[in-house]
């Protein structure tokens, strides 16, 4: 079974009237996040300003995205569990450092969110950067929610280790008024060659190569960042993080698929898609850009499929083993580079 076939089939929005809880997704962006819920049955509702992604939400999920920039004002409909990745405003040294104060963040409107709804389970999701540099925030957004009455776990996952064909790393913060566990990592990695198969070795007219100015900039990049290997897509091993940057900007960091003739091209929107675990049938509202800046930006879907999964067996308890891809559903597999560059 193919990799595509799995995530297609298995991250489709559907409504688990049992079960009938409701998901409020803050800073939802084109629903990565929600359509990890939505794929384990849960009614969504997001919120988010940016136009664009927006429309890729409703165009996409069952659930309604709001089109709207949030304050602490906001008011919700009721929600069984808040969801989100609020923007996170970086504190320097050198900063005002005024936390939760500080009008620029989102995590005082992800907070207020929680005092209004009363939620059963909340999760939240944000750069590896804040338990590092900004760790001592996050213990100051961790301290206020245990003052409303939640238990919470926290910890960095990859998620690579949640069957996406990429290394990205997430804080990922869950909490309920019990006590609520973050789902056990997945011991089988997904590589970048069986989430795009033939993909990656088709290109039109409409392909993006690189010129010979744009070969020379990228080894003399990779030169002064001291590259061991380029750093084009290797289809042996998960794909490096794809960000909003190197899918749509910088060329020396760009992602891209080198050929057996030796040239260079840019990944395509849907390539970039199925990286980032969205099913073929997700499709991306505005232009490439647009586009590429929603997926850079996402939650993966099947790694928020994961952490769904996981809050309802803590909600209405089972097993999450079926959709675990398991050894007897042999994903094809390109072995190594040797391979890719026969093609």
């Not at 004002?73 to 320097?92: T, W």
């Not at 409303?148 to 064909?165: R, T």
């Not at 960000?243 to 840019?266: F, I, P």
Request: glycine share 8%.
């Amino acid at each position: 079974m193919e990799y595509w076939e799995v995530i297609n089939e298995r991250l489709k929005p559907w409504v688990d009237t049992e079960m009938n809880k409701t998901v409020v997704d803050l800073f939802a962006g084109c629903g990565g996040l929600s359509l990890g819920f939505e794929a384990n049955g849960f009614k969504t509702v997001g919120y988010e300003m940016d136009e664009n992604a927006c429309a890729t939400y409703n165009n996409n999920l069952l659930g309604e995205c709001i089109n709207k920039r949030l304050t602490v004002d906001s008011k919700y409909p009721k929600a069984d569990i808040v969801i989100g990745g609020p923007p996170c405003q970086p504190f320097s040294v050198g900063g005002k450092q005024l936390g939760l104060k500080d009008s620029r963040d989102g995590f005082p409107i992800f907070i207020s969110a929680i005092k209004q709804l009363n939620p059963e389970v909340l999760l939240f999701e944000n750069v590896r950067g804040m338990l590092y540099k900004n760790k001592l925030y996050l213990k100051e957004v961790i301290d206020e929610l245990e003052k409303l009455g939640y238990n919470l776990e926290y910890e960095l996952l990859n998620a690579v280790d949640y069957q996406v064909p990429q290394n990205r790393e997430r804080i990922i913060v869950i909490g309920s008024k019990n006590k609520i566990s973050l789902p056990q990592r997945i011991n089988k990695k997904v590589t970048a060659g069986q989430a795009l198969g033939d993909l990656a070795f088709q290109f039109d007219d409409e392909s993006k190569f690189f010129t010979d100015s744009m070969d020379r900039y990228v080894a003399n990049y990779e030169k002064a960042s001291k590259c061991v290997n380029p750093r084009d897509l290797y289809l042996d091993r998960p794909a490096r993080t794809l960000t909003c940057r190197n899918l749509a900007g910088a060329t020396g960091d760009m992602h891209r698929v080198r050929l057996s003739d030796g040239r260079r091209r840019r990944i395509t929107v849907r390539e970039a898609a199925r990286l980032q675990s969205f099913p073929d049938w997700f499709d991306f509202v505005g232009t490439e850009t647009h586009k590429f800046n929603q997926i850079g930006n996402a939650v993966a879907p099947y790694f928020a499929f994961h952490l769904a999964n996981n809050i309802k067996k803590y909600l209405v308890g089972g097993s999450n083993d079926q959709y675990v891809l398991v050894e007897n559903e042999q994903l094809k597999l390109f072995e190594d580079e040797k391979i890719y560059q026969s093609r």
